[in-house]
């Protein structure tokens, strides 16, 4: 079936069932960014791929939600099809949830499901629906019904990851976890988010692509701890640690029946992770607040420095080979996206503790750069040449660590304009590079020292400049990031031990592309009377291209700067290359002067 088939299946279901809205997210049971194969109802009914978006059908129309980073891409992907494209965040387009209330009929029906949509989206529309006596609908898988040959839920093995990388036992954790749940006054917790799980139990698997988990629950009570998984992921001396740690193994499907057991004390829970199936199985009161092991995966250990500090030399290695190998065959040898993005995949995969890539790379050349999250295939793989950009996106997930990297390489002549671009990127992700910042300083206040340098010139990118990385988890962690808006206020303050990318960009639509990427740790400086200042490190350790720099266009701080990383970058990096690499390198980490 094509797309359009898809969505009058659907329709007819919804007029089967009573249904006047359906409503289909990304998210899987756990409100995961990224989703195993088994989730991807909105992709599979809509045929937009991006890792971002909402779809909605009704009667007489369809429409599909996604933000800033896959307006080009969903314009193309939906260019067949009747779905209607809605523009997150853009004036006068209405939310996703506003739709949903504008169009149902007074005593209408939106339908769900459940297990898919979070307690707290749950709660707030059935709350507005109520104002037009409308209800909802929560246990209506209808994809289900359509998608014959859906995939399967996961069944990848799991592995332990060891104390050496973690830098904290199983059993320290879950006494860490226990303490906050008794400071709250409760008596249990609720673990639903995938990479939260994980770090609980130093357990990682493979169930998402490029993205080390397991699909897991657990229920942390102050008097015993269960871990729900299929059982077939954990092989034995898996089973016998976990035991060992008074860890209560159960079947994937029984926590609901478990919260439903509960008759009396108080759960610990985030409605914005917990799917609304699950919550409307809890009869006793509840603590709707952030998952403690949020923050505690976010402020990383000195071992977790110390070991994401060895994987970013491994990384950054790999990626200056690359870099040479493309820059020394491009206009010599057959190169197209494909081929270039698998040369990289090769290259980390010969670095020491490789599991994956953290994400799935974008290779962009030319114009296709200007979509932010652009996946070359093959009816888009572009031929590569001696002219132009090609932006590269792209991480690795090694047992000590997770990296995610971009540069944006000249392959040879670029225009002015373009030179004006690519500098401008430069500026402004060395600009917040080099912040320094008082204790208590949010993305949200640090955003504009990157994209006010674009600002200057009447130019924006529509998505955030940072967000957190994992410890051998999501490339993607919060809760801190660097973005600007509404709604950020509130974030947190970065905390020494954070780790978050710096990554603003420039996209032209059908035209150019440009992202320079480092990550960052979190560092406390100087404290004085005025308080605790801080700055960050960089981690990423690899060559920005200098082919493309207008010299003309930088201050003098911004040339030292540049002078200064390229300095970091060739002593970290060159005794692991061999002579032609090292000497390569050393002409592009050389100092450059106005």
């Not at 194969?37 to 909105?42: L, V």
């Not at 917790?189 to 357990?203: G, I, K, Q």
């Not at 209560?248 to 926590?255: H, K, M």
């Not at 031929?383 to 944006?408: A, M, V």
Request: charged residues 25%; contains cysteine.
């Amino acid at each position: 079936m094509n797309v359009n088939d898809k969505i009058i299946a659907l329709r007819n279901l919804m007029k089967e069932k009573g249904i006047d809205l359906y409503y289909i997210p990304t998210d899987d049971d756990h409100m995961s960014e990224y989703i195993g194969d088994h989730f991807k109802c909105r992709t599979y009914m809509s045929g937009f791929t991006g890792s971002a978006g909402f779809l909605v059908v009704s009667a007489k129309e369809a429409g599909l939600w996604t933000d800033g980073r896959y307006f080009v891409q969903a314009a193309k992907q939906l260019k067949n099809s009747e779905i209607k494209l809605f523009k997150m965040g853009m004036a006068k387009v209405p939310t996703v949830f506003e739709y949903l209330v504008d169009n149902c009929p007074t005593k209408g029906t939106v339908g769900f499901d459940g297990r898919v949509v979070n307690a707290k989206i749950y709660e707030e529309l059935s709350q507005k629906l109520a104002l037009k006596e409308a209800k909802i609908k929560a246990d209506e898988d209808l994809v289900n019904m359509i998608w014959q040959d859906r995939p399967n839920m996961p069944d990848s093995k799991a592995f332990i990851l060891d104390d050496k990388y973690t830098g904290m036992s199983i059993v320290k954790k879950i006494a860490k976890v226990q303490e906050d749940i008794k400071n709250e006054h409760c008596d249990y917790l609720v673990v639903t988010s995938l990479e939260d799980v994980a770090w609980l139990f130093n357990l990682r698997g493979d169930d998402i692509a490029n993205t080390p988990v397991n699909y897991a629950y657990a229920l942390v009570g102050l008097n015993g701890v269960k871990l729900y998984i299929d059982v077939t992921k954990l092989d034995d001396s898996i089973c016998d640690k976990l035991k060992k740690a008074k860890v209560e193994i159960c079947d994937y499907e029984a926590l609901a029946n478990d919260l439903k057991e509960i008759k009396e004390g108080k759960i610990w829970l985030d409605k914005t992770k917990l799917n609304a199936y699950l919550y409307k199985q809890i009869s006793v009161d509840i603590l709707d607040s952030r998952n403690p092991i949020v923050l505690y995966r976010a402020i990383k250990n000195s071992i977790e420095i110390k070991n994401t500090k060895n994987a970013h030399i491994k990384d950054g290695v790999a990626m200056t080979k690359f870099i040479y190998w493309l820059k020394s065959n491009v206009g010599k040898i057959p190169m197209s996206e494909l081929s270039v993005q698998n040369k990289l995949y090769e290259l980390r995969a010969l670095q020491k503790d490789y599991i994956e890539p953290s994400f799935s790379t974008i290779c962009a050349y030319k114009g296709n750069a200007a979509m932010m999250h652009y996946s070359a295939s093959e009816t888009s793989n572009a031929t590569l040449n001696n002219s132009g950009f090609l932006l590269i996106d792209s991480g690795g997930t090694y047992l000590d660590g997770t990296t995610d990297i971009t540069r944006t390489i000249c392959l040879g002549k670029v225009s002015k304009k373009d030179c004006f671009y690519y500098t401008t990127v430069l500026r402004a992700m060395l600009n917040l590079m080099h912040a320094k910042f008082l204790y208590g300083t949010t993305g949200a206040n640090l955003d504009i020292l990157a994209r006010g340098i674009c600002w200057q010139y009447d130019i924006d990118y529509q998505c955030g400049t940072g967000h957190g990385v994992g410890h051998v988890l999501a490339v993607h962690e919060g809760p801190h990031n660097i973005r600007w808006g509404k709604g950020v206020a509130a974030e947190v303050a970065f905390e020494p031990g954070m780790i978050v990318t710096d990554e603003p960009g420039i996209y032209i639509p059908d035209v150019i592309g440009i992202r320079i990427e480092n990550e960052l740790l979190v560092c406390n400086g100087t404290n004085n009377e005025y308080g605790q200042f801080m700055h960050f490190e960089p981690l990423t350790l690899c060559p920005i291209d200098l082919d493309a720099v207008d010299v003309s266009l930088m201050n003098d701080q911004e040339i030292e700067w540049l002078n200064n990383y390229h300095e970091l970058v060739y002593n970290k990096l060159s005794s692991y290359l061999n002579e032609e690499e090292k000497l390569w390198l050393k002409t592009q980490t050389r100092k450059v002067i106005r």
